[in-house]
């Protein structure tokens, strides 16, 4: 069955729904988890002097709320005993980010929330979900 699954996170309450389902999933079955935070990287318009004095912090910002969020992933599977990694990475496409984290680390499954982005930017873009579910040879278990 499974043995190492993906936990992909991005803050939200129904990413943390898919989180305990996932660790309830790892824990029944023996398995241990990986969690990977996606965070954009600061916007191209770089150029301009206002944003490159503010490059650092942005980018000291988004590891602490990375780093806040895999936290709470982690105490939440040492809870149920679940041996817990992470990783926060810098990606525009936080599809492809999740999909290579899954092929990187080995895991054999993904256990992600069917929320994502809401209105016009998911009639234009579609959900992170349903993209990993198309880019990836690995089961996904989504979690409403």
Same mark, same amino acid.
């Given at each position: ?5 993906? #936990?992909?996170? &991005? =803050? ?17 079955? *023996? ?13 191209? %318009?770089?150029? %301009? ?18 780093? *806040?969020?895999? *936290?709470?992933? @982690? ?5 149920? =005993?679940?041996? @817990? ?5 810098? &990606? ?14 080995? /895991? ?7 929320? *994502?982005?809401? =209105? ?13 579910? #198309? /880019? /990836? ?5 989504? @979690?409403?």
């Amino acid at each position: 069955m499974f043995q190492h699954i993906l #936990l992909p996170v &991005d =803050g939200s309450p129904h990413a943390l729904n898919a989180v305990d389902v996932g660790i309830e999933l790892a824990s029944r079955l *023996g398995a241990r988890v990986h969690t990977v935070h996606v965070l954009p990287p600061l916007p191209a %318009v770089s150029y %301009v002097a206002e944003l490159l004095q503010s490059r650092s912090s942005y980018t000291e910002l988004a590891k602490v709320r990375a780093e *806040g969020y895999l *936290g709470e992933v @982690c105490k939440r599977a040492a809870a149920a =005993g679940v041996p @817990c990694e992470t990783e926060y990475v810098f &990606d525009l496409r936080p599809y492809v980010a999740i999909v290579a984290a899954a092929a990187k680390h080995h /895991c054999d499954l993904i256990v992600m929330s069917s929320r *994502g982005a809401q =209105g016009l930017e998911r009639v234009l873009l579609g959900s992170v979900t349903h993209k990993v579910m #198309l /880019c /990836c040879d690995l089961p996904v278990l989504v @979690c409403h």
